[in-house]
């Protein structure tokens, strides 16, 4: 294998274009094989691996500096850097992380993880590198619609007027994570049809000079054009035209579903571990398409991440106009909700918690400040979602609960949180958020609330004394199962509340607990710092109450094992129970 010489990029130098071309195939079976049996982002990193090859050949990594995106493209870049055995044997698979990671490589400069911000941090290294005469090339490579966001445009403004070495490489994979939408991508296909050569060029109009590849697979023409834009002493765009999913014919064809892929069988493309169970990706886009049909002005709202609430192609096209992707453009979607809410509208915005963390100005200042009725729906909120250092969920009890009239609401099993949903959407008084549910899809034969306008109205499920455990959302069952440990242990019935609302207190059901409770336990998926149990704490700051938080840290990990991580930070009966005894000794 040429592969095997690969212990640096400086060797791509000495080898020819064949070795090259050689090296392409290897790393793209490379990279499926690893992905079958780890998952990870397939689509966007086979798409990219001539191009990464062809960079490593002609600039000189470190000196020069790569930015990349995302990072979700830069496995092929980090098998040239010296971090092959982790995409070759099995026992090194975790030594690296999925995205850019300076910690493993000096070839590295950000940890990174969201989109639209390498035009931004490039400029910045080129403003610093004038300041300090240095003279290295600096490169900021985009693609799979990162383009799109915000920032991709603020970037573009400021660095075309640097009038020094700046290289912008697009990757055009005519993809975002799903398809793409909106006037920029027909400007991108218009500069495609036209081979580069249209009069209508957005980049040319900053300030850019401007160069066209059709085929970004080619080594060679790739090697060539990267070598006549190699120490420019002024800003340029290099568009080329490359495939999302090149060289696995199930990621050619299904780009949306491969751009990030769980284990699978490479012949056959079918996931190794099939999902049988219930999932809320199927029944939110179910439940949403029946309100649509019922009800024309409800309308679902994603940022390039449709399947978040389950809304793959087949379902896009069923709900027709009243279903828009935005693309990468948190703070648009949130805007935009406040608009349609503010008309008429029934808005139900969706995305991944940590994506969330991206329009905060826009939740607060368009939709909370305006008392828009938006609901958000939040994926990935808890310890069980991603565990990308850059992908963290568990940040957005602290982080929204705290903005004005919003209604903040975790529910605990299904039909808790369609009750929920459905009050949200028909309701017109507030801005609602919801954390879609994460630890399962737990069913109750009970009936729900269905309505929830009295705002921070708990629900006690066990009335018992002395102990109240007061469990958040997807640690709810945990407390069922800590007031069981309890009786068990102690001997206490313990009392259990559902808080519904992490964005205020029940102070009439908390003073209620001062007549026959010791200690009150709180539990949520969330940091503490900021989150729902420190309300609770300060709430009985001056009483007799005891008060004992169980949650998250306010840290970043990376690539964690939830199991680990909840028994670390203490949240586990054995635990909790001890920490009663120990109160209930010195108390008495």
């Known amino acids: ?75 092929t870049h980090k098998i040239l850097t010296g971090r092959k055995e982790a995409y070759l044997d099995p026992e090194h698979f975790d030594d690296v992380t999925g995205y850019s990671e300076p910690k493993e490589s000096i070839h590295d400069f950000f940890t990174m993880g969201h989109t639209s911000t390498s035009i931004s941090m490039a400029c910045g290294m080129a403003k610093a590198r004038d300041l300090t005469g240095k003279s290295e090339n600096i490169i900021a490579i985009i693609g799979d619609g990162s383009l799109s966001g915000g920032e991709a445009y603020e970037g573009l403004g400021c660095a075309a007027k ?49 160069k066209y590849l059709e085929d970004g697979h080619d080594i060679k023409s790739l090697i060539d054009i990267f070598q006549s834009i190699k120490n420019i002493d002024h800003p340029v765009v290099v568009h080329i035209h490359t495939q999302k999913g090149k060289g696995y014919k199930f990621a050619e064809t299904d780009k949306e579903v491969w751009h990030w892929h769980p284990p699978f069988h490479i012949e056959t493309g079918e996931n190794i571990r099939q999902m049988t169970r219930e999932n809320y990706d199927d029944l939110v886009a179910d439940y949403l398409l029946k309100k649509m049909k ?36 948190e703070q648009h979607l949130i ?5 349609i809410a503010k008309n008429g509208g029934k808005p139900v915005v969706a995305t991944f918690s940590t994506f969330f963390q991206r329009a905060y100005d826009q939740i607060s200042q368009d939709i909370c400040i305006n008392k828009c009725p938006v609901t958000i729906l939040i994926r990935n909120g808890s310890i069980w979602a991603g565990n990308d250092v850059t992908h ?72 018992g004394e002395r102990i109240a455990v007061i469990a958040v959302g997807d640690f709810y069952q945990m407390g069922e199962k800590l007031v069981n440990s309890i009786k068990s242990t102690l001997g206490i019935t313990a009392s259990l509340i559902n808080p519904r609302y992490v964005s205020g207190l029940d102070q009439d059901l908390l003073k209620s607990l001062q007549q026959n409770h010791e200690i009150v336990i709180t539990l949520e998926d969330g940091i503490l710092d900021g989150g729902y149990g420190q309300k609770v704490a300060s709430f009985f700051g001056d009483s007799n109450i005891k008060v004992l938080n169980y949650g998250l840290k306010k840290e970043f990990l990376d690539g964690y094992n939830p199991t680990e991580v909840l028994r670390e930070y203490g949240i586990t009966d054995d635990n909790i129970i001890n920490d009663i005894r120990r109160i209930m000794d010195y108390t008495h």
């Not at 805007?335 to 608009?339: D, E, P, T, V």
């Open 294 to 329: 019922s009800d024309p002005s409800v309308i679902a709202i994603a940022a390039a991440v449709p399947l978040t609430i389950g809304f793959n192609k087949e379902r896009r096209e069923l709900a027709g106009k009243q279903f828009i992707d935005v693309d990468i453009c």
């Open 1 to 75: 294998m040429v592969l095997d010489l690969i212990d640096n990029p400086e060797v791509l130098k000495s080898l020819s274009l064949q070795e090259l071309e050689t090296l392409a195939e290897e790393i793209h079976k490379v990279l499926i094989h690893k992905m079958s049996m780890n998952g990870g982002h397939l689509g966007p990193n086979l798409g990219i691996v001539e191009a990464t090859i062809a960079l490593h050949y002609v600039f000189n990594s470190p000196t020069d500096k790569f930015i990349f995106d995302v990072s979700h493209q830069s496995y």
């Open 162 to 210: 640097l009038n020094s070495n700046f290289i912008i490489i697009l990757n055009d994979n005519e993809m975002s994570i799903s398809n793409t939408n909106g006037g920029l991508y027909t400007h991108l296909k218009e500069l495609r049809d036209s081979k580069g050569t249209s009069e209508n060029n957005m980049f040319k109009a900053l300030g850019y000079e401007y």
């Open 392 to 463: 963290l969920g568990w940040f957005d009890i602290a982080l929204l609960s705290n903005i004005p009239n919003l209604v903040f609401l975790s529910p605990t099993n299904c039909e808790e949180y369609f009750a929920m949903l459905d009050w949200s959407i028909e309701q017109s008084d507030y801005p609602v958020a919801i954390r879609i549910p994460r630890n399962g899809v737990h069913h109750i034969s009970d009936p729900v609330d269905t309505d929830y306008s009295v705002i921070n109205k708990s629900l006690m499920t066990q009335k």
């Open 335 to 339: 805007s935009m909700a406040a608009g």
